[in-house]
């Protein structure tokens, strides 16, 4: 949630500032603001897109060499021109953006208010940036120590960038609880949130650590840490990720892009890890826990939203094939529910971002009881990726799309290799059994491509769904997460109601809604499933709901109950999410296009949820 930028260097700021919050506009787009220091600060916010502000600022900015950028999503105060960042102090001196919540933001007013400070927004960051003015004040200090005193006081979690008109030669910044990359060009600074702000320009980054700040200066970055003041030996770390991969690359919008990527990340994702031959696993974070998988009696696996879904689905497939008992829980339940974490735990930890705050503090607390957390993320160098005892990456690529795509088919297939590693390690899986999931895993790729063919059959099936208020999604076995996936994306982007559930507990109250106005999306692949969910289908059909299935080819049952079917490549029972999924993910993207909503932007939405 929220982006943070900041240029210091040789080059002219504004581009750098303006193109990079654009690329980071995926984490918050209610407003937008700039401060460039070039003799004097200039400040440029106001509500809506960065395009809006880029068009606010239209030939009037002088060149500088020295700025902050800022898009955010909204916490304390409404999305308007004032609350937008940067936030000046109370003397015109400094100014700062921020990402996050400071929780005491009320006290520490009081006690500015006490001494005459006057507020212009509703948010914790104007707050912010006076205290930091106040300690300067008092304590006489330079911008850096200012703001790691200041910072000493406040509760909550930030990532900032600040700079001064009196000391134009520095930038500072901290963080804790919220993303933060240096990047390291040459003679030339740049702060990201993450590093997409800045890949075209450097690919030199360091990631700073909570409870650390940076201070950037022409001549290089000294890292400290905010509580002693003491030099941070930081690492620097090469990024592999290039520009095309956070573009759009002729599509309309990154969701259809992120969709049709999924033949080439899913095969990503296994690349160098499934070994059918010899019916083998090869992930280093999986032999780096050995001992402890070995001696589980329990996965927990946690995580937020299509993660947790993904994680759903993962505890079908690895009970299944390894008989260890699994359970999922959402990370924000999980971190403030008192659970029984036992030091034989496995942990499992699900984010894309790696920077979801409930799942975070999850695998922090699952951490301090003894367990050993697991994390599955997308972005490397992320928090939770650095936070995990071990893990592994999805490799789906950048995710811009808010709606989680390609990310969900990549955790999927990370969940069921984890699942083969686990059932071989443990002889609950024949090597025979591990050789045809493996080769049928291969295929996948190719029979997305085959589904995503189908795109234009499902745009014109968006159209029975594309007046609706409410919609259904049923499932069963491994396809009723597949359900509640689909029920999300349609809700997030369209701004239909839509609910998942297990098909067979429709009739112990969802089937009360079904009319001829309720359409229900049926998910039901070829499998040991099947015959009961035909039963549901019949159940929705006598109560006159319109019925959309996605089902394997040639089920002449299900069509014949069908106003709709979307038919997929046979495949395994196991398997059948990975397929199952994608007629799903471009039916919500085709109703949202066709309800003329902002697919990649949802409204109140946010790409990476750091605040709890
Ligand atoms: O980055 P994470 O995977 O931790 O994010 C979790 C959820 O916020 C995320 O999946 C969200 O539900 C998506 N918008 C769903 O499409």
Same mark, same amino acid.
């Given at each position: 949630?929220?982006?943070?930028?900041?240029?210091?260097?040789?080059?002219?700021?504004?581009?750098?500032?303006?193109?990079?919050?654009?690329?980071?506009?995926?984490?918050?787009?209610?407003?937008?603001?700039?401060?460039? @220091? +070039?003799?004097?600060?200039?400040? @440029?916010?106001?509500?809506?897109?960065?395009?809006?502000?880029?068009?606010?600022?239209?030939?009037?900015? =002088?060149?500088?060499?020295?700025?902050?950028?800022?898009?955010?999503?909204? /916490?304390?105060?409404?999305?308007?021109?004032?609350?937008?960042?940067?936030?000046?102090?109370?003397?015109?001196?400094?100014?700062?953006?921020?990402?996050?919540?400071?929780? +005491?933001?009320d006290?520490l007013?009081?006690?500015?208010?006490?001494?005459?400070?006057?507020? =212009?927004?509703?948010?914790?960051?104007? %707050?912010?940036?006076?205290?930091?003015?106040?300690?300067? #004040?008092?304590e006489?200090?330079?911008?850096?120590?200012?703001?790691?005193?200041?910072?000493?006081?406040?509760?909550?979690?930030?990532?900032?960038? *600040?700079?001064?008109?009196?000391?134009?030669?520095?930038?500072?910044?901290?963080?804790?609880?919220?993303?933060? *990359?240096?990047?390291?060009?040459?003679?030339?600074?740049?702060?990201?949130?993450?590093? /997409?702000p800045?890949?075209?320009?450097? #690919?030199?980054?360091?990631?700073?650590?909570?409870?650390?700040?940076?201070?950037?200066?022409? /001549?290089?970055?000294?890292i400290? /840490?905010?509580?002693?003041?003491?030099?941070?030996?930081?690492?620097?770390?090469?990024l592999?990720?290039?520009?095309d991969? %956070?573009?759009?690359?002729?599509?309309?919008?990154?969701?259809?892009?992120?969709?049709?990527?999924?033949?080439?990340?899913?095969?990503?994702?296994?690349?160098g890890?499934?070994?059918?031959? &010899?019916?083998?696993?090869?992930?280093?974070?999986?032999?780096?826990?050995?001992d402890?998988?070995?001696?589980? &009696?329990?996965?927990?696996?946690i995580?937020?939203?299509?993660?947790?879904?993904?994680?759903?689905?993962?505890?079908?497939?690895?009970?299944?094939?390894?008989?260890?008992?699994?359970?999922?829980? @959402?990370?924000?339940?999980?971190?403030?529910? +008192?659970?029984?974490?036992?030091?034989?735990?496995?942990?499992?930890?699900?984010?894309?971002?790696?920077?979801?705050?409930d799942?975070?503090?999850?695998?922090?607390?699952?951490?301090?009881?003894?367990?050993?957390?697991?994390?599955?993320? &997308?972005? *490397?160098?992320?928090?939770?990726?650095?936070?995990?005892?071990?893990?592994?990456?999805?490799?789906?690529?950048?995710?811009?799309?808010?709606?989680?795509? #390609?990310?969900?088919?990549?955790?999927?297939?990370?969940?069921?290799?984890i699942?083969? @590693?686990?059932?071989?390690?443990?002889? &609950?899986?024949?090597?025979?059994?591990?050789?045809? %999931?493996?080769?049928? !895993?291969?295929?996948?790729?190719?029979?997305?491509?085959?589904?995503?063919?189908?795109?234009?059959?499902?745009?014109?099936?968006?159209?029975?769904?594309?007046?609706?208020?409410?919609?259904?999604?049923?499932?069963?076995?491994? +396809?009723?997460?597949?359900?509640?996936e689909?029920?999300?994306?349609?809700?997030? !982007?369209?701004? !239909?109601?839509?609910?998942?559930?297990?098909?067979?507990?429709? =009739?112990?109250?969802?089937?009360?809604?079904?009319?001829?106005?309720?359409?229900?999306?049926?998910?039901?692949p070829?499998?040991?499933?099947?015959?009961?969910?035909?039963?549901?289908?019949?159940?929705?059909?006598?109560?006159?709901?319109?019925? !959309?299935?996605?089902?394997?080819?040639?089920?002449?049952?299900? =069509?014949?109950?069908?106003?709709?079917?979307?038919?997929?490549?046979e495949?395994?029972?196991?398997l059948?999410?990975?397929?199952?999924?994608?007629?799903?993910?471009?039916?919500?993207?085709?109703?949202?296009?066709?309800?003329?909503?902002? *697919?990649?932007?949802?409204?109140n939405?946010?790409?990476?949820?750091?605040?709890?």
């Amino acid at each position: 949630m929220c982006g943070i930028v900041g240029y210091m260097g040789k080059k002219d700021a504004f581009p750098v500032l303006i193109n990079g919050l654009k690329r980071l506009e995926y984490r918050g787009y209610d407003s937008s603001g700039i401060a460039l @220091y +070039n003799g004097d600060l200039e400040i @440029y916010k106001c509500k809506g897109k960065v395009q809006e502000l880029e068009n606010l600022t239209g030939g009037k900015i =002088k060149s500088a060499k020295l700025g902050i950028g800022h898009t955010r999503w909204a /916490t304390h105060g409404e999305p308007n021109d004032v609350n937008a960042h940067p936030h000046i102090s109370n003397n015109g001196d400094l100014v700062i953006v921020h990402n996050g919540i400071i929780e +005491n933001c009320d006290s520490l007013k009081q006690f500015l208010l006490d001494r005459n400070y006057t507020f =212009k927004s509703d948010t914790d960051t104007e %707050i912010l940036i006076n205290f930091i003015e106040y300690v300067q #004040k008092e304590e006489k200090v330079t911008l850096d120590q200012a703001v790691r005193l200041a910072l000493r006081e406040v509760v909550g979690a930030y990532a900032i960038a *600040v700079i001064s008109k009196k000391e134009p030669d520095f930038m500072v910044s901290a963080r804790l609880g919220s993303p933060l *990359v240096l990047g390291l060009g040459s003679g030339e600074f740049f702060i990201g949130s993450d590093a /997409t702000p800045f890949i075209d320009l450097t #690919k030199k980054v360091i990631y700073l650590e909570d409870g650390e700040m940076a201070i950037i200066s022409t /001549t290089g970055v000294s890292i400290r /840490t905010i509580e002693s003041d003491q030099p941070v030996d930081a690492v620097i770390h090469r990024l592999k990720m290039d520009l095309d991969s %956070i573009e759009k690359g002729g599509y309309d919008h990154f969701m259809l892009k992120e969709i049709f990527e999924q033949p080439t990340s899913i095969l990503n994702t296994i690349r160098g890890r499934l070994f059918e031959n &010899n019916a083998q696993i090869r992930m280093a974070g999986l032999d780096a826990i050995s001992d402890k998988l070995e001696k589980a &009696n329990r996965i927990l696996i946690i995580g937020c939203g299509t993660s947790w879904h993904a994680g759903l689905v993962g505890e079908y497939i690895i009970e299944d094939l390894s008989r260890i008992p699994v359970e999922v829980e @959402y990370a924000s339940e999980f971190r403030y529910r +008192n659970p029984i974490i036992k030091s034989d735990d496995i942990v499992i930890a699900i984010s894309q971002s790696g920077e979801t705050a409930d799942t975070l503090a999850a695998i922090k607390m699952a951490k301090a009881a003894g367990a050993c957390v697991f994390g599955i993320c &997308n972005v *490397v160098g992320s928090s939770i990726a650095r936070e995990s005892s071990a893990g592994a990456f999805t490799h789906a690529g950048p995710e811009i799309g808010v709606a989680s795509t #390609k990310a969900f088919t990549a955790q999927v297939t990370v969940l069921t290799m984890i699942a083969l @590693y686990l059932g071989r390690s443990n002889d &609950n899986l024949s090597k025979s059994r591990f050789k045809e %999931i493996a080769k049928e !895993i291969k295929l996948i790729p190719k029979k997305i491509e085959s589904m995503l063919e189908l795109d234009d059959k499902v745009q014109s099936i968006a159209k029975l769904l594309n007046k609706s208020n409410n919609a259904l999604f049923l499932g069963r076995g491994f +396809n009723f997460p597949v359900a509640l996936e689909g029920a999300l994306k349609l809700k997030e !982007i369209s701004y !239909i109601h839509a609910e998942g559930y297990p098909a067979a507990e429709m =009739k112990h109250g969802p089937i009360a809604l079904i009319d001829d106005n309720m359409p229900v999306i049926i998910v039901a692949p070829r499998g040991g499933m099947y015959e009961k969910i035909v039963s549901n289908i019949q159940e929705v059909k006598a109560r006159k709901g319109a019925v !959309i299935s996605v089902t394997s080819y040639g089920e002449s049952e299900v =069509k014949a109950l069908s106003d709709a079917v979307i038919e997929i490549p046979e495949t395994l029972d196991c398997l059948t999410p990975l397929l199952t999924t994608i007629p799903l993910q471009l039916l919500s993207y085709h109703v949202a296009v066709q309800r003329e909503c902002n *697919v990649d932007q949802p409204r109140n939405l946010a790409k990476s949820v750091t605040v709890e």
